[in-house]
């Protein structure tokens, strides 16, 4: 008895944290909230700046993950390595998503890298952001996305 009484608070707070609309750090959410807007053409201008993002999946029962971003030339990249994780099995079934920064949320689609090219392009940049981390080239199964408007 004594666990839940110190389980239930936390239940009771991330209850009502998951209630805001997002997803926690290392939580999942539902629907994200923010005014709608229009898709930038270039997303070249969030180079310098910080690369997470909020990404929902699964419009019928919206899933949304903290994420980090990758951009590529003028495109933006979301990447699980090697993992099926639930938001690229969400994405693989409708490749609707939607994404939140700074309070803004955009409506794109995911489309999963299949050219060797791309992919390529995609490794360079990331290795120079993040070599603790796999090396895209070297993956077998790779689900790696740009995240391109409707």
Same mark, same amino acid.
């Given at each position: ?58 419009? %019928? ?8 971003? #990758?951009?590529? !030339?003028?495109? =933006? $990249? ?49 290795? %120079? ?8 080239? #070297?993956?077998? !199964?790779?689900? =790696? $996305? ?5």
């Amino acid at each position: 008895m004594a666990i839940y009484t110190r389980v239930a608070p936390l239940l009771l707070f991330l209850c009502v944290a998951t209630g805001c609309n997002g997803p926690l750090p290392f939580l999942g959410g539902g629907v994200l909230s923010g005014d709608v807007v229009a898709v930038p053409e270039s997303w070249g201008e969030w180079k310098k700046s910080v690369s997470v993002i909020q990404l929902e999946t699964n419009p %019928a029962v919206p899933y949304s993950v903290n994420i980090a971003y #990758t951009i590529v !030339g003028e495109h =933006l $990249y979301v990447y699980a390595g090697d993992t099926k994780t639930r938001w690229v099995e969400d994405m693989e079934a409708d490749p609707r998503v939607r994404f939140r920064r700074a309070g803004l949320v955009y409506e794109l689609r995911a489309e999963r890298v299949s050219g060797d090219a791309e992919r390529a392009a995609f490794a360079k940049v990331w290795a %120079a952001k993040a070599s603790f981390l796999p090396h895209p080239q #070297t993956l077998d !199964g790779l689900w =790696l $996305y740009p995240l391109l408007p409707r």
